[in-house]
């Protein structure tokens, strides 16, 4: 309660860097793979270990996913840009610098839209990743014996988005953070994953007592792994801070590491020098010219962004929900486009995926690319459906069937006999059954027990096991019944 | 001359360790090299281009290919020291 | 002896007369370095087993009438911050004593597709930081005009080694005047080609704006070939020209009537040695004879291209030299406590005095609050001189001035000055910062028979131009065939 009204008397302010690791074959100035899994330092070369006299080149790559994504976000791509050293040691920078965009970056401004509201970028710039340590006899840096090198990830192209501080809660920062990832899977440059570190992210926090103008001093939190560790983050650093306030202290601005285990953010402070990064134009690369004609160039290989998607769903008579829930797993909007193309009613696709399909993959914790579930294989059975050769109820017991072991969902139908019964004779046929069996029932329908009907129903699909066409089923009862 | 407590922080900042003796040295030294240096404040230089390269071009770059020629056994022969096929350092804190 | 002062065009013509072979050759230039070099200290290591394998390659394509590139068969010295893979690469620093190179270098793959055969690599000042060559980790070099003076600086090896007879062609690098000066103190030619005409990767960087690989030789025609071997576009050096290079031998003995000669009024003043000047002069004259029209030209602003080389310079080079953190390869302290002490304590016992003096300077040109007053000013005034350069090649093609204001200085003698050493590199230093071509060639000898340099400097790409210069003026004069005595 005292927390709540606690809450009321500040506002949060977040502002947040991603960092997003780029797909490209290559590293960003080397032409060693830049692909993960590897053993430890075998994608390297002269150039990633920083040899004595070895040479940057920018991969081509590099530049159009960074225009792309430019694109995406609806940024200024800059006309000239140059590339920097920034410049620190530690054992993961193979050169003493980490080659970045210090002031001219290659993307200006730009927004992302969340439900209500817009976050506004500030600016997106290009750099290499570092390598990777491993602490030997801790689980991390503190209190281990020594530490080792893997070098593969040095040099992996990382596209920097730094927004506005924008955002005032930690559901708007993970809004954003989920816009922004589903545009960057979309157009197909990262895989954001948040936990393997294809996308990484740093949140910048300050709170300020409602109606004041400046921003509070801020505090940099590290090590968020996971949006739901970003939201814990967030919550947790606000609480803190406005402790702080609350007993006269005062926020410093300093770089705090989330710990996911304890839940809790905890200072750097004295465990890094003050940075110095000494920037300065790298003089082994020459400046980037882009033109609008490159520019155009990218734009043609653009594919349609969330967004614009979720626009497309609900025109096809989707709710703002469901459709959300289908662009935010892209395999399944890759799924589903398939799908609507084979001409099948886009709801009742939808409902499918996001009802029984879901559930199913949830359960298994697998992804639909993962299950035995084909394009082909789902247009089939809602085919079926659709022509009424299946019941609705069949065909979802049914899909789930199909999910698990991928067997033709015709075939199977055919096995099993599985379609719907539309002979009216055969049909007449169980009823007659089924109120000769209940003839007790029958007298209390006919003294005015209406509700009966459903019951009737139900013995006599279970004598056709759910086979029996509804409609036919209900004309023929009701007749059979005023008789 | 420059401080000796600057001389320490640049020391620290290019991570050299240095000797009292050379701190002294270098203090001296280093400030008689930039005060010859600050003869260019002579010259007005506001809204000069900073002048990066010695020519002017732009738009180097290579195709998104990779080219893998050496084994991590070649690259990492001339490691300090060497665990399991990673570099080793000692303990960072 | 005889066989040992030829041009490597006239052992081109040897070698194709059959009057020696490759190997033969090879092994002459071995027998020489054994008398010698401990006098010299040219070499910081030899590469013998390379060279006799290419020799005996080029042998064969004698044998077999085969085409053989120019330079096949002439030995070659490299300066050992060059890569030659499979062989160590030092840059006569201890933080680099055993590094094997995994790779080579651009140059390097070139003189092996020449058929060079690389006959060693040359000392020079740690890091080529230096004008005098008494910064090597290893053993200075002395001068063969007096083995008490030095033989300038930083590939005063690659100098040393064809003044002595123990190479006929070597290459250097330059970076304020690195090739150039010693030349000019060891009485042979040396030119710095325009800036990425020859790539620079694989050379062990100092200053990356500044760094350019050049060729030293007997003679401009040798120099002329060694640079057509090694110039061109490389994929590898993000700031390589991607141009064209034209052999410098379809224009190098054409005259040179009409051209435009401007005589730098700044760097003939009463700071030059009367020797020098008088040298100087009198090449002045030769042009002139030549049919050149002589002009005297001013660059106010030449007097500042020290203060902003020296902050450029060291700048680029404490961020490249960061690399050396005994991480990955050289050079590592006994037994750290912890990676603060394995940087710091590696870095003190690896580097050399004038590496960390340069390190130290450039760390702190670069350094927060400090950027704009020197960083940033002396790349606005590096755009100012080459402005004023660019008004002056409007009306001269050619620049001429003293390599250095003086010759050779006695070894030890300049030790503590960095200013006065500084200094030296005057005449020098500003074809770096615009990147222009320019070299060294044989004007004369000061009255203790030391060797004087004329600097020819032209615009950018002008390489060729530059040569034909050279060539016209070594045509009219006998320097170049004046040898040490040994």
Same mark, same amino acid.
């Given at each position: 309660?005292?927390t ?14 991603v ?7 290559s590293?960003?100035f ?15 070369s002269p ?16 530049v159009?996913?960074?225009?792309l ?8 791509i800059?006309?000239?840009c ?7 040691f530690?054992?993961d ?10 002031d001219?970056?290659v ?5 992302i839209?969340?439900?209500?509201k817009?976050?506004?970028i500030?600016r997106?710039?290009l750099e290499e990743?570092?390598?990777?340590l491993?602490?030997a006899?801790a689980?991390?840096i ?9 070098l ?9 988005i730094v927004?506005?501080p924008?955002m005032?809660s930690?559901?708007?920062a993970?809004e954003?953070m989920e ?7 979309y157009?197909?440059?990262c895989d954001g994953?948040?936990?393997?570190g ?5 949140a ?7 109606g ?9 939190i590290k090590n968020?792994?996971?949006?739901r560790?970003?939201?814990r983050a967030?919550e947790?650093?606000?609480?803190r ?7 006269g202290?005062e926020?410093v601005?300093?770089t ?19 940075? *110095?990064?000494r920037?300065?134009p790298e003089?082994d690369?020459m400046?980037?010219?882009i ?6 160039r990218?734009r ?13 769903y609900m025109n ?11 662009v935010?797993?892209m395999?399944w909007a890759?799924f ?7 001409d099948i009613?886009?709801?009742v696709?939808?409902?499918?995926l996001t ?11 697998i992804t639909?690319?993962?299950s035995k579930?084909?394009v082909?294989n789902f247009?089939?059975l809602?085919?079926l459906?659709e ?8 065909a979802?017991?049914?899909v789930v069937?199909?999910l698990?072991t ?8 055919e096995?099993r006999?599985?379609s ?11 009823i ?8 007790s ?12 009907f ?5 013995q ?10 509804p409609?036919t ?8 019944l005023?008789? | 001359?420059i401080?000796?407590k600057d001389v ?9 360790e ?5 701190k002294?040295?270098f203090?001296?030294q280093?400030?008689?090299v930039?005060s010859?240096?600050?003869q260019?404040?002579? %010259?007005d230089t506001?809204?000069?281009?900073p ?16 080219i893998c020629?050496?084994t991590r056994?070649?690259l990492m022969?001339?490691?300090p020291?060497i665990e399991q096929d990673?570099?080793?350092v000692?303990k960072?804190? | ?9 006239e052992?081109?013509?040897?070698l ?19 008398? %010698?070099?401990?006098?010299?200290g040219?070499?910081n290591s030899?590469t ?7 020799a005996k390659k080029v ?8 085409e ?8 070659l010295a490299?300066?050992?911050?060059i890569?030659f893979?499979g062989?160590?690469?030092?840059a ?7 590094f094997?190179s995994?790779?080579d270098?651009?140059v390097?793959?070139?003189l092996?597709?020449?058929l060079i ?5 040359t000392n ?24 008490n003076?030095?033989p300038?600086?930083?590939?005063g090896g690659?100098?040393a080694?064809?003044s002595?007879?123990?190479s006929y062609?070597?290459l250097?690098s ?7 000066l010693p030349?000019s103190? /060891?009485?042979i030619s040396?030119f710095?080609p ?7 990767y694989?050379?062990?960087a100092?200053a990356?704006s500044l760094?350019?690989i050049?060729?030293f030789?007997?003679? %401009?025609? *040798? ?6 071997a090694i110039a061109?576009?490389?994929?590898k050096d993000?700031t390589?020209?991607?141009?064209k290079?034209?052999n ?6 054409n005259?040179i009537k ?6 730098i009024?700044?760097l003939?003043t009463d700071?030059?040695d009367?020797?020098?000047?008088k040298?100087v002069?009198?090449?002045?004259k030769?042009y002139e ?6 002009? #005297?030209?001013s ?6 291209s020290?203060?902003?080389y020296y902050i450029?310079?060291?700048a #680029?080079?404490?961020?490249?030299l960061?690399r050396f953190?005994g991480v ?5 302290t ?5 990676l603060m ?23 702190y040109a670069?350094?927060?609050g400090?950027?704009?007053a020197?960083?940033?000013?002396a790349q606005q005034m590096?755009r ?7 008004r002056?090649?409007?009306e001269?093609d ?5 390599? /250095?204001?003086?010759?050779a200085f006695?070894?030890?003698s ?10 030296t590199?005057i005449?020098?230093i500003c074809a770096?910062l ?6 060294s060639?044989? /004007? ?18 002008k ?8 060539y ?8 170049n065939?004046?040898f040490?005595n040994?």
């Open positions: 309660m005292e709540q009204s606690l809450r009321d008397k500040y506002e949060v302010v977040i502002g947040l860097e960092h997003a690791q780029l797909k490209t074959k590293k960003i080397a032409p060693d793979g830049a692909e993960f899994g590897h053993e430890p330092n075998t994608q390297t150039i990633t270990l920083g040899m004595p006299g070895v040479l940057p080149v920018l991969n081509k790559g590099v159009d996913m960074a225009i994504v430019g694109l995406a976000l609806n940024s200024k800059a006309k000239r140059k590339f920097d050293r920034k410049q620190y530690y054992p920078l193979p050169k003493g610098y980490q080659i970045s965009q210090y001219e970056p993307c200006i401004g730009g927004e839209k969340i439900s209500n817009t976050i506004k500030t997106a710039h990743d570092a390598g990777k491993v602490h006899g689980a991390g503190y209190g281990s014996a020594y530490s080792l090198v893997d593969n990830r040095a040099g992996t192209p990382l596209l920097e927004s506005e924008d005032r930690s559901d708007e993970r954003y816009q922004l990832r589903n545009n960057l899977r157009i197909g440059v994953n948040l936990e393997e294809s996308m990484r992210c740093d910048n926090i300050s709170i300020r007592p409602k004041q103008k400046e921003f509070g001093t801020r505090a940099e968020v792994n996971s949006f560790a970003l939201q967030i947790f650093e606000i609480d801070q406005i402790d702080l306030v609350e007993n202290e926020v601005q300093e705090r590491l989330w710990d996911d285990n304890k839940g809790i953010t905890s200072s750097m402070r004295g465990k890094e020098d003050a940075h *110095d990064y920037y300065f003089p690369l400046p980037l010219e033109d609008d004609e490159w520019i155009e990218v043609k290989t653009m594919p349609e962004l969330p967004k614009a998607k979720v626009e497309r096809l008579g989707l709710s703002e929900y469901d459709a959300n829930v289908i935010n797993q395999d890759l589903y486009d398939e799908v609507v193309k084979a009613n886009p709801k696709a939808s409902n499918f009802g029984e399909i879901a559930a199913y993959l949830k359960e298994e914790k639909i690319d993962e579930l084909t082909e247009v089939k809602l085919k459906l022509k009424g050769t299946l019941s609705n109820n069949i979802k017991t049914l069937e199909l698990k991928g067997e033709d969902v015709e075939e199977v139908v096995k006999g599985l719907v019964m539309n002979d009216d004779s055969a049909i007449l046929a169980v007659q059954k089924v109120l000769n069996e209940n003839k029932q029958v007298e209390l329908y006919k003294s005015g027990k209406d509700k009966l459903g019951f009737f129903v139900g006599v699909m279970k004598e056709t096991k759910g086979r029996a066409n409609k089923l209900n004309d023929l009862l009701k007749k059979e005023e008789k | 001359m401080s000796i320490e922080h640049v020391a620290k900042l290019a991570r050299l240095l000797t009292e003796e050379e002294v040295k203090s001296k280093l400030g008689d930039l010859y240096m600050e260019m404040n002579e %010259v506001t809204g000069v281009e002048m990066n390269h010695p020519i002017d071009f732009s738009n180097v770059m290579r195709e998104d290919t990779v020629e050496q056994e070649e022969a001339n490691a020291e990673y570099f080793k000692p960072i804190n | 002896m005889e066989l040992l002062k030829k041009t490597a065009v052992i081109r013509e040897a194709l007369k059959k009057e020696v072979s490759a190997v033969e050759l090879t092994e002459e230039m071995y027998k020489r370095i054994e008398q %010698v070099e401990n006098k010299i040219a070499f030899l013998k087993e390379y060279a006799l394998e290419t042998d064969e394509k004698i044998k077999n009438k085969e053989l590139p120019i330079l096949a068969g002439v030995p490299l300066k050992d911050n890569n893979k062989y160590k690469t030092t006569s620093s201890k933080i680099l004593e055993n094997v995994p790779y270098a651009t390097s793959i070139k092996r597709e020449n055969p690389v006959i060693g690599k020079l000042d740690e890091f080529a930081m230096g004008s005098s060559n008494e910064n090597s980790a290893f053993k200075k070099v002395h001068n063969p005009f007096n083995l003076k030095v300038g600086g930083s590939s690659s100098a080694s064809v002595a007879l123990e062609i070597s250097g330059d970076t304020g005047g690195s090739i150039r030349a103190f /060891c009485g040396g710095k325009t800036y990425g005409r020859v790539s620079r694989g050379l062990i100092f990356s760094d350019q050049g060729p030789g007997r003679c %401009v025609e *040798d120099v002329a070939n060694l640079y057509y061109g576009y490389d994929k993000s390589s020209l991607n141009v290079v034209e410098p031998l379809d224009t190098l003995k005259d009409g051209l435009k000669v401007g005589v009024k700044e003939l700071d030059v009367e020797d020098v000047k040298a002069m009198s090449a002045v030769v004879k030549l049919g050149c029209e002589i002009k #005297e030209v660059l106010p602003l030449l007097k500042h020290i203060g902003i450029v310079a060291t #680029e080079a404490s961020s490249n960061a953190d990955r390869y050289g050079y590592r006994k037994d750290p406590q912890n002490e394995m940087y710091t304590k590696t870095r003190q016992e690896g580097f050399g005095d004038e590496v960390k003096r340069r390190i130290m300077l450039g760390t670069l350094s927060s400090y950027y704009d020197y960083y940033k000013k590096r100012l001189v080459k402005d004023d350069f660019s002056v090649f409007k001269v050619l620049l001429v001035s003293p390599v /250095c204001p003086n010759t006695d070894i030890g300049r030790n503590d000055d960095p200013i006065k050493m500084y200094l590199d005449g020098t770096n615009i990147g222009s071509p320019a070299m060639v044989p /004007c004369g000898f000061d009255k203790d028979g030391m060797p004087i340099g004329l600097h020819l400097l032209t615009d950018v790409m390489d060729n131009l530059l040569l034909q210069a050279a016209n003026f070594e045509r009219e004069t006998d320097f065939k004046q040490a040994i």
